[in-house]
């Protein structure tokens, strides 16, 4: 069956950075697109990123282009989000989620999530 | 910015249908997705383009498109749909595609 599970969450300083990981099992991982989403303490769901099978195309949302990187290793079927110059409003669960394929662009599977918490 | 609109809440008895509905200027040109998400627990997908059921998902769980708004109706309610719902589109009018979210709805079983 299909297992996403990330790592690297934590609390780190305002500016400060974190890599988060996210190892995922039970499909043939470079196969799909991967997705990060975030989601801050009582609110709803934010995208934050997504990278092709091979890697070949990366998109960002707006609020943390230039700060994030998204990238995988299909060699050891991990996803990973660097993340850079964070903020206090970059504090959430962030998910990575399987996206579908075909011509669907969503999440089928997702992880539990990892706290990230910007925080002085 | 592109965005999706959804109702905050929407409340219904058992054996009901709830009706959740989203709107979005690109949804006739774009596919909907809905999530659903109960409370400490990860989104699960109940619909993928606009009105198809993965496979696990109860048949009570159905999509419609209409325009610039999307239906998600979930036939005689049960208390364990209470969740938070949320749909998802994508906005490709700008230099790449980006994924949107609405601001997701509390279904409560009254």
């Known amino acids: 069956q299909v297992q996403l599970v990330e790592s690297g969450g934590g609390v780190v300083q305002p500016g400060g950075s974190l890599r988060l990981s996210c190892a995922a099992s039970?499909?043939?991982?470079?196969?799909?697109?991967m997705h990060w989403v975030r989601q801050a303490p009582g609110k709803g769901l934010e995208w934050v990123a997504f990278i092709r099978y091979d890697g070949s195309n990366k998109y960002y949302a707006d609020s943390v282009k230039g700060r994030f990187t998204i990238s995988r290793d299909n060699s050891k079927n991990t996803l990973y989000l660097q993340m850079n110059s964070l903020r206090a409003e970059d504090t959430a669960v962030y998910y990575c989620a399987k996206n579908k394929g075909g011509n669907s662009f969503c999440g089928d599977y997702w992880g539990q999530g990892t706290l990230v918490t910007v925080s002085s | 910015s592109y965005e999706l609109t959804q109702p905050p809440s929407v409340s219904v008895s058992p054996g009901q249908t709830a009706r959740i509905t989203c709107s979005g200027d690109a949804l006739p040109k774009q596919y909907a997705y809905w999530y659903q998400q109960k409370p400490g627990q990860a989104p699960v997908l109940v619909i993928y383009?606009?009105?198809e059921r993965p496979s696990g998902i109860p048949e009570r769980f159905s999509g419609s498109s209409s325009g610039t708004t999307v239906t998600l109706t979930i036939s005689g309610v049960q208390a364990e749909d209470e969740a938070d719902y949320y749909c998802q589109s994508a906005d490709s009018s700008g230099t790449y595609p980006h994924v949107v979210f609405g601001g997701g709805t509390k279904l409560t079983v009254l």
């Open positions: 383009k606009d009105s």
């Open positions: 039970g499909f043939t991982f470079s196969s799909y697109g």
